[in-house]
């Protein structure tokens, strides 16, 4: 390797084989695509509004469930792949069905690829999610009630 103050060269048997501009802040790095691996290329040009703008052309509800895959993750590229492959999932299914399976995945909180898979192919995107009125606790003696706390 051969580093100047501009230029970062890499030498294999004393042919030069990469070769980049250096960066000049701390703490930063320069990925040139053409040297990261062929599985990450893919994902080189990719933001995560990108990923948000495609999920909103299935639905809204798809939009909002691809949105906290990258948000909720230390780097957004970590939720790349979940959300192509819940971008996937309509060349599958019918649009309609993937989103009815991202509303029901955001309604029960279960926002993941496998998730959604597993609500599409249990057909559960179909089935309305059933109203449970909240039943109230049994009397209790031992439950004091809201005067007792003021």
């Known amino acids: 390797m051969r580093l100047t103050h501009r230029v970062v060269e890499v030498f294999h048997d004393h042919k030069r084989v990469a070769s980049h501009v250096r960066r000049s802040q701390r703490s930063g790095h320069v990925t040139v695509n053409e040297h990261m691996p062929k599985a990450h ?6 933001t995560p509004a990108s990923l948000i703008r495609l999920a909103a052309g299935i639905g809204p509800n798809t939009a909002i469930l691809v949105e906290p895959m990258m948000r909720d993750r230390p780097h957004p590229e970590q939720g790349y792949r979940s ?28 926002i ?38 003021q």
Request: glycine share 6%; aromatic share 8%; proline share 6%.
């Open 83 to 110: 959300a192509f492959g819940i971008l996937s999932l309509s060349r599958r299914y019918q649009r309609q069905r993937v989103e009815a399976a991202c509303e029901r995945a955001l309604t029960i909180n279960a």
């Open 112 to 149: 993941s690829y496998s998730s959604v898979t597993a609500i599409l192919k249990s057909g559960l995107d179909r089935a309305r999610l059933a109203a449970e009125p909240v039943k109230p606790a049994p009397p209790n003696t031992n439950i004091r009630g809201g005067a007792y706390y």
């Open 41 to 46: 290329q893919r994902y080189a040009n990719t």
